[in-house]
C-alpha cells in the first residue's frame, strides 16, 4: 500500500531535486579538503570538550547531579521520601535544597538504592564513569558518523558538555540513547528502538517527544514496544518504591511546570505539533525537529541539557554504523553513488 509519504517521494518536484542533489552532494563529500576540513571541525571539538572535562575536573567541582542521585538513593535507605526534603536530609553543602529534592522521575532513584549503599563514594564513581562514557561514545558516534560534520553543532556546545560529563547528569544517557535509537531504526531494529525510548522516557520524561516521530514514522511495532518497555518499568518501579511514588512524580510535573519557564509549555505544543507534520513526510527532518524540543520544551533545562542538541545530527551519521543494515527511512537521500561500496 501507497503512504502519503511514498506519493510525496515520488512527486516529480521531489524527483528533480534528488536527482541534482545526489552528484553534487557525492561530489563535495569526496572531494579530500572538504573531508579534511571537517574532520579538523571534528576534531577540534573533540580536543575543546576533553580540554573543558579536564579543567573541571582539576579545579575540583563536585559531582553536582551525581550527589543528588545518591542522596535521592539515600532517602529510601532511610526510609525519607522521594520527592520530599526533610530538615535532617543530606544535601549538597553551601546549596539552597531544591522544593522536592528530585526532578527525575522514579525510576533513577532504584538503581541508586544499590549504588548509595556502596561503600565510599563508590557508587558515585561508577555513575560518573558510566555517565561520562555514554557522553564521549555519543560523541564519537556524531562525528565518525558524520566525517566530522557534527563537529559544527559540538563546538559551540561544549560548556554544555563540560558541565554534563562534569556533574554525571543522566542527559549524557539520553544523549547516547539518542543517536543508538536512530541508529537502530535506520537499521530496521524497530522493536530494540522502541525498547530503548520507553526506558529513555521512564528516566527522563522530556525524550517522550520520540513517541509522536514513532506515531509520525508509524513504526508502530517500535511503539508497541515502547509502550510495554514503559508499563514494565513503572510496575518495576512501584513494587521498589511503593504504589504511590507514581502519583508524587506526577504532583512535581504539574509543580515544576508552573513554576518553570511556563512559555515552555506553548512550545512543547508547537513542537509536537511540527514533529508529527513535519516527521511523516520527513524522517530526518522529524527527529531532529524532536530532539531539538527536548531541552527546548523543558520547564527546568539546565546548561548541560543543551549538549542534547547534538543528537540532531544523528540522522544523518554514515558508515560504518549502517554497514551491514537496511535503512529503513524513506525519505533519505543516498549520498552515494550508484555504483559505490556500500561497506567503504
Known amino acids: 500500500m501507497q503512504t502519503p509519504h511514498d506519493a510525496h517521494a515520488h512527486s516529480p518536484v521531489w524527483r528533480s531535486v534528488a536527482q541534482w542533489a545526489r552528484p553534487a552532494t557525492y561530489g563535495l563529500s569526496q572531494r579530500a579538503t572538504i573531508r579534511l576540513f571537517a574532520a579538523g571541525i571534528g576534531s577540534i571539538a573533540g580536543v575543546a570538550v576533553a580540554s573543558g572535562v579536564v579543567w573541571w575536573c582539576v579545579n575540583g567541582f563536585l559531582a553536582g547531579d551525581t550527589l543528588v542521585y545518591w542522596f535521592a538513593g539515600h532517602r529510601i535507605l532511610i526510609g525519607h521520601e522521594l520527592y520530599s526534603m526533610r530538615p535532617d536530609d543530606l544535601w549538597i553543602p553551601l546549596v539552597d535544597p531544591r522544593p522536592h529534592g528530585l526532578y527525575s522521575p522514579p525510576l533513577i532513584a532504584v538503581p541508586w538504592i544499590l549504588l548509595a549503599s556502596t561503600p565510599g563514594n563508590a557508587g558515585m564513581i561508577l555513575w560518573w564513569l558510566a555517565m561520562a562514557f555514554c557522553a564521549v561514545w555519543a560523541i564519537a558516534a556524531l562525528l565518525i558518523g558524520t566525517r566530522g560534520w557534527a563537529g559544527i553543532l559540538i563546538l559551540p556546545l561544549m560548556p554544555a558538555f563540560t558541565l554534563l560529563i562534569g556533574v554525571g547528569n543522566v542527559d549524557a544517557a539520553m544523549l547516547a540513547g539518542v543517536v543508538l535509537s536512530w541508529m537502530l531504526t535506520a537499521t530496521g ?7 530503548l525510548v520507553g526506558l529513555m522516557v521512564s528516566l527522563k ?27 514494565i518499568l513503572a510496575g518495576l518501579v512501584a513494587v521498589s518504591l511503593g504504589p504511590g511514588i507514581l502519583a508524587d512524580y506526577l504532583g512535581v510535573v504539574f ?16 513542537g509536537l505539533l511540527g514533529v508529527l ?18 531541552p527546548l520544551g523543558s520547564p527546568v533545562a539546565a546548561i548541560h541539557s543543551w549538549a542534547l542538541l547534538a543528537g540532531a545530527a544523528a540522522p544523518w551519521t554514515r558508515q560504518p554504523y549502517f554497514r551491514g543494515g537496511q535503512r529503513s527511512s524513506q525519505d533519505s537521500v543516498s549520498t552515494t553513488s550508484p555504483g559505490a561500496d556500500q561497506g567503504s
Not at 509543580?255 to 508547537?270: E, K, P
Open 255 to 270: 509543580s515544576v511546570s508552573a513554576s518553570g519557564r511556563t512559555w515552555a509549555l506553548a512550545i512543547v505544543a508547537a
Open 205 to 231: 520524561l522530556t525524550p517522550a517527544v520520540l513517541v509522536v516521530w514513532l506515531v509520525a514514522t508509524r513504526r508502530w511495532q517500535a511503539l508497541a514496544a515502547a509502550a510495554v518497555t514503559g508499563l
Open 277 to 294: 507534520l513535519l516527521g511523516s513526510q520527513h524522517e530526518r527532518l522529524g527527529f531532529s525537529l524532536a530532539i531539538v524540543m527536548i
Open 189 to 195: 531494529q524497530d522493536r530494540a528502538a522502541g525498547f
